[in-house]
C-alpha cells in the first residue's frame, strides 16, 4: 500500500512541475484574464493600502471607492500574506492556488480509498480529474479548483474524526470547509456527503450531533457572506452584484441554449470527448450493476449541483469554469468504466487518450500570444504624464485589464461612450485626469471625436488629457 501511495504522490508532483510552465506569466493568455485581473486588483489593494477581507476592492472604482460584493477574497489575502513577505508579484496567487489544487487531486484519490472505493477506482479519478478543465484552472488566479480543493480536504477530515475519534479532525474540517465554501459557494455542494457518512459509518451518537454541527457552521458563514454581506456591501457602495437568477429565469436561459449548456459537460469538463464517454459509460454501468453506495453519492450531489445550474442560468453556458466543481464527480464516474474493463492495455489505452486530449485541448493556456505583450506597458505609458493617485479612464474594450496593467484607479468604456457628453462629463466632475485609449481596440477616427487633447501617443496607446469640458 505504502508503494502505491507513493506513486500517486509522484503523480502528483509531476502533474505539479507539469503546470509551473509558464506560471510566471502576467494574466495576459486569452482564457479568463478578466476573472484574474479583477482578483489580482483586490490582492494588489490588500498590499498597497488595507488587508480588510470585508471590503474588498478593485480598480475598477467609477469615481467611487472600488468596494464590492464577491467571493470572500482568501486566495487573494494568501495572495496578499505572500506579497507581505516578498514584495508584490501578480504570479503569486498562481502558484498558491497551484500548490492548493494538488493537495486537493491527493485528497481527492485519499477520500475515495478511505470512503471505502478500491485503490484502482480511486487511482483512475485521480488521472481524469488531473487532466480535465483542472489541469488549466489549477493555475490561474481564481478560486475555482482552490474552493473545491480546500472542500475535498474537509471531507476527508470527517472520515478521519470517525475513525481516531480525534477533535482536532473535526476542527480541521470546520475550518477547511467554511474556507472552501465562503471563497466559492459551489463548494458547499459537498457538505450534503456529511448525511450518508453519519448513516452509512459507524459512527456513535455523539459523533452524529458534532458533525451535524460542525456542518451548520460553514453554511451559516455562506449565508452570511453571500446573503447578507455581499447585498449590504452592494447597496452602500453602489457597485453591481451577482446573487444568481430566480431558478425560472435560469431554467428559462438554460432551456433556450441548451447546446451551449451541454457543452460543459460533453467537452468543457474534460476538455475533449473521451472523457464524456467514459462518463456516459460509467453512469450506465453503475445502474445496470446496481452499484447503490456510488449512486446514491453521485444522485445527492448532481441534485445540489442542478440547483446550482438554474441559480446560475446564463452565467453557467457562458463561463465554462462553472462546470469545475462538478469535475471531481465526473471523474468518479468515468473512472468506475475503467475499473469494469479486464483488459490492462484498453485500460491504459484508454487513460492516454483521455491525457493527450485533454492536456492538448488546454496547452494554449500556459503561453501568452505575443500580440497580447503591449498591455504591460501601460503603467510606463501613464507614468510618464501622471502620477500614480490619478484617476483615469481605459477606453476599450469592457475587460479591466489594461486599467490593472496601468496601476491605476477608474474607469474602464468602450466606444459606444464616445459620443456621450454626459458620460464624459461625469467623468470629469468625478476627477478624471486622463485617458488612456487602447489603440488596438479604438480607432484614430473615433478618438478624433473627443474633446481632449493628446499629450501622449504611441503605436499602441494614446494618452488624452482631461482637463476641460
Known sequence: MKIRQFKIEYAVVLFFLCRLIGITNPPLELSHNWRQVTGLMVARNFYENECNVFKPCTDETQGKSGIIGMEFPALNALHYLVAKICSYQHWYGRIINLFISSLGLLFFYKLIVISGFTEQHARYAFFFLAVSIWFSFSRKMMPDTFCVSLMLIAIFMIFKYIHTNNVYYILAFIALSTLAALSKIPAAMYLILVLPICIAHSCTGNQ????????????????????????????????????????????????????QAAQRFYFDAFSGYAGFLMCITGIILMVYKRFR??????ILLASIFLVYILKSGYFFYHHNYYIIPFVPVLAFIAAYALTCITSKRIVVTCIIIICIEGILNQQHDFFIKPGEYYKLQAESVMNSVSIQSDKIAVLGSENPQVLYFSHR???????????????????????CKFILVNMHEVSSQHISQLPFKTCYKNLDFTVLQCDSL
Not at 453506495?293 to 453521485?298: E, G, H, Q
Not at 484607479?409 to 476627477?431: F, M, P, S
Open 208 to 259: 452524529r450531533l458534532l458533525l451535524m454541527f460542525s456542518m451548520a457552521i460553514p453554511l451559516a458563514a455562506v449565508g452570511f457572506w453571500y446573503f447578507y454581506w455581499n447585498p449590504k456591501l452592494a447597496l452602500e457602495y453602489g457597485n453591481w452584484y451577482n446573487s444568481g437568477r430566480s431558478l425560472q429565469t435560469g431554467f428559462t436561459e438554460l432551456t433556450s441554449h441548451l447546446n
Open 409 to 431: 484607479k477608474g474607469w474602464v468604456c468602450t466606444e459606444n461612450h464616445i459620443l456621450d457628453k454626459a458620460y464624459w462629463r461625469n467623468l470629469y466632475r468625478n476627477q
Open 293 to 298: 453506495k456510488a449512486l446514491i453519492t453521485v
